[in-house]
């Protein structure tokens, strides 16, 4: 099921919005939801390899889950996550979805968008005066941009990825983490950029996940924003684990989109974004 978030008449007055969707993977009625932005450069959306595999996992997970058309470019994509998030929270009641504590997910390029709406809230970009995104759970980019107040933040990268250094990952999330901010980092020997839900790679194969539980907790400090990160296994149906017979991906690894977080509101501000690359 795919949704306009733009009217007939911003369309007519901006083709070029004509091609920007929601695609909605339903997943359990009343639960909450996470967008998923693929990445492409900024000069395509990836949609097919970046965010339809892991909206689509997140569904079967019990989460309702949406991939973002967007249109290519910083500035445009933040505005098109920001309209995408504004119209579900419109849209709640049809959707039937939780707007409490939504996450934001993006490989390469699209989690630079997450990240910039993690950091700067919707109302930044366009959109409604909403809360920012519970977390951000982003994948393979060399996004420094950070606030103090960013919302608790999942990374993972390839140490072989010769567009995203792991490093300059791993610089942001250290900076996040001094701050305060709950965080949690992975790279991955002999990966490279791309790997997607990392069926087949050498991410589930690090010794590090093999006898691991599927529970993470983590407690942030700042009032009023974050209560806990708890990333949990997701139930569906009679409360059974439904993923028997299912190819393992690293959601199944990490456990999955995080709960229980809270966001603050934004600043209100338009945000513009400049950035000097067209890097991932």
Not at 230 to 242: A, S, V
Request: proline fraction near 5%; charged fraction near 25%; aromatic fraction near 10%.
């Amino acid at each position: 099921v795919f949704y306009d978030i733009y009217t007939d008449e911003e369309k007519e007055e901006d083709p070029e919005k004509e091609d920007t969707d929601l695609f909605f993977f339903r997943g359990n009625p009343g639960e909450k939801f996470a967008v998923c932005s693929a990445g492409g450069g900024f000069a395509y959306v990836g949609a097919m390899q970046d965010s339809f595999p892991h909206a689509l996992e997140l569904s079967e997970r019990g989460y309702n889950a949406f991939a973002l058309i967007y249109r290519p470019g910083a500035q445009t994509g933040c505005e098109d996550l920001a309209r995408a998030i504004s119209f579900i929270f419109e849209h709640a009641d049809e959707l039937n979805v939780d707007t409490d504590c939504y996450s934001l997910w993006g490989g390469s390029a699209g989690g630079r968008l997450s990240a910039w709406l993690g950091s700067y809230g919707p109302a930044a970009f366009g959109g409604n005066d909403l809360p920012r995104p519970g977390a951000v759970i982003m994948q393979y980019t060399g996004h420094s941009d950070y606030t103090a107040n960013d919302p608790a933040t999942f990374a993972c990268v390839g140490e072989s990825d010769g567009i995203a250094d792991w490093r300059s990952m791993r610089r942001r999330i250290n900076r996040l983490k001094a701050s305060g901010i709950p965080t949690e980092f992975h790279h991955y020997p002999g990966l490279r950029h791309g790997f997607g839900l990392g069926t087949g790679t050498a991410a589930l194969a690090h010794p590090k996940w093999q006898h691991r539980h599927p529970r993470i907790e983590k407690s942030g400090p700042h009032q009023g924003q974050f209560r806990s990160v708890r990333l949990l296994p997701r139930r569906r149906g009679n409360g059974k684990d439904q993923r028997h017979g299912q190819k393992k991906t690293l959601l199944h690894q990490h456990a999955g989109a995080p709960e229980s977080i809270c966001g603050d509101g934004s600043s209100g501000r338009r945000t513009e974004i400049r950035t000097q690359s067209t890097s991932f």
